[in-house]
């Protein structure tokens, strides 16, 4: 370990703690008797913060988690349109830290519907005792560090003083509209799928439109297709959809899950992205036309994600590979879709399989032979605004009673840029980040002590909850590692910083890897900065690099006490 006192961080401009708690309050501001002290506070009550809270709890530190919904859940809580769904094996997505929690619950079905998810998320809650250090319906609103600490204040009006300061607050959690002109006058009903109400949406006999065709777009899709009088979908970019294969856990299954749980585990930990299926040692053109298309078959037939971990192995590396596989699933869409113009639309023209998130479907492109099911194909013929009773395109206005906006996320650092984080000297995170986010191992960033965010940018390229677990059971780690050698401040320093940032960035550009044109790089939000926003270098260099970080006793950060007397100037 570095021991580095505070006078080697740079930390002027920011004000002795005496200041922030000044004993004549503003008449705004809070008195010290309103602020609860916390060792560790953590924000979003998500998969991953939930986990974080448990594992600060339990390492003996004091605990509070903030949550600006009325429940648990996070990305599951408010995503709870028709059709939402684990598009990973609900028990290679849930929690693993604890044999006894995976074994007295069963999931119903190999990819979860959301109600199972939530029902889950909140038995672990109450299982493990964390409700009590819940706050619900405290949206953070500003962050703000000061001499060794930080001062955090929620929508509710409380306001807490924490040692340590853990954003959970994902990666899909900030709803994106695009810009359409008009967009307020709609008078009939309108939701975000990744803002869905609590209270159920009755579709039943309404014009619906759905905008969007990303994975969140093609699973309510086919969800609502059913029971509205008319369903017409807005596709700008059609994507290549694979079927998920969802089926129910037989009771035999539910066995051997259970005896299986140690196996499991090591495949997850050792597979490059966290995920159950092994990857294919075969390369395309290894196999006759006639091997590829039986082996395509098995493909098509397998469970989510094997599409694209088990497919090939230079599916993502040669051109000409990806091509034939996109071949193959081209002749599955149109042997399916009836009408041969519709299925055309619904082909990928202009990105390859893997360039972008490959979404999985149930029962999608089978909705496109209802009567009463009609694509629009935006390319062709854009949305020119939003009327009072429809959407205007260059064909002409269609009336709807509701429309869903299936449009995305300001993915990787929406929520923390919009939480308004100040770090040392005030600078703000969204300032800091301007450029793009700069992070080690995805965890810290310089210039903001004590501020960790496992689950956020850079984190994960996979099987996300399995990284963030890693993040978190690295930030645990280290709060434990900074009390037990006698320090309260930790703070990544900028070389170990760089080097992480500009190798996610050199890898972010090479094969195989996801297009500049994916949400992965920012590229669906007008004006951000494109860059990576994923871990492009896997798990397995997460682990290794945590590896290295003990080995080396934290040099890469810097361990300081707040007690310490400020330095006059700036260093390094
Ligand atoms: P995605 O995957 O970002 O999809 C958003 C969809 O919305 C996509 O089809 C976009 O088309 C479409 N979109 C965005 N802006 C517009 C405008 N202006 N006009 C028309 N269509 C537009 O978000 P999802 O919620 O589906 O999925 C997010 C993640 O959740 C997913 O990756 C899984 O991890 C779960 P585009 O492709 O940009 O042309």
Known sequence: MQDVRADDIALNGSSPRSLMTSPEPAPDEPSDDDVVDVDVLVVGAGITGLYQLYRAREAGFSSQLLEAGDGVGGTWYWNRYPGARFDSESYTYGYLFSKDLFEEWEWREHFAEQPEIERYLNHVVDRFDLRRHIRFGAKV??????????????????????????????????????????????????????????????????????????????????????????????????????????????????????????????????????????????????????????????????????????????????????????????????????????????????????????????????????????????????????????????????????????????FGTGALARMDIRGRDGVALRDHWADGPRTFLGIQTTGFPNFFFPGGPHAAAGNNPRYNGDQVDFVTDTLIYVRSHGFDVIEVGAAAEDKWTDMIDRWATRAPSFGESSYYFGSNIPGKPRKYLLNSAGRPKLFTEIAKVIETDYQAFRLSRSSDPAPLGASG
């Open 141 to 410: 609103t500003s962050a703000v560090y000061d001499a060794g600490a930080w001062r955090v204040v929620a929508g509710d009006g409380t306001t807490y003083r924490a040692q340590y300061f853990i954003a959970a607050t994902g990666v899909l959690s900030v709803p994106y509209y695009p810009e359409v002109p008009g967009r307020e006058n709609f008078r009939g009903e309108s939701y975000h799928t990744g803002l869905w109400p609590a209270a159920p949406v009755d579709f039943a006999d309404k014009r619906v439109a759905v905008i969007g065709t990303g994975s969140s777009g093609v699973q309510i899709i086919p969800a609502i297709a059913g029971t509205v009088a008319s369903l017409t979908v807005y596709q700008r970019t059609a994507n290549w959809c694979t079927p998920l294969n969802n089926a129910p856990i037989t009771p035999d299954e539910q066995a051997e899950l259970r005896a299986g749980f140690e196996a499991m585990c090591e495949t997850l930990n050792t597979s490059p992205s966290g995920f159950l299926h092994l990857a294919h040692d075969r390369a395309t053109f290894e196999d006759t036309k006639e091997e590829r298309w039986a082996f395509y078959d098995k493909m098509w037939s397998s469970p989510g994600f094997s599409k694209l971990t088990s497919n090939y192995s230079d599916l993502l590396m040669d051109e000409a590979a990806n091509a034939e596989w996109c071949t193959f699933v081209s002749e599955k869409i149109r042997s399916i879709v009836a009408d041969p113009k519709t299925a055309e639309k619904l082909i990928p023209d202009e990105h390859r399989f893997g360039e972008k998130r490959p979404p999985f479907v149930t029962g999608y492109f089978e909705v496109y032979n209802n009567p009463n099911v009609d694509l629009v194909d935006l390319r062709r013929t854009p949305i020119l605004r939003m009327t009072d009773n429809g959407i205007e395109t260059s064909d002409g206005v269609r009336e709807f009673d509701i429309v869903v906006w299936a449009t995305g996320f300001d």
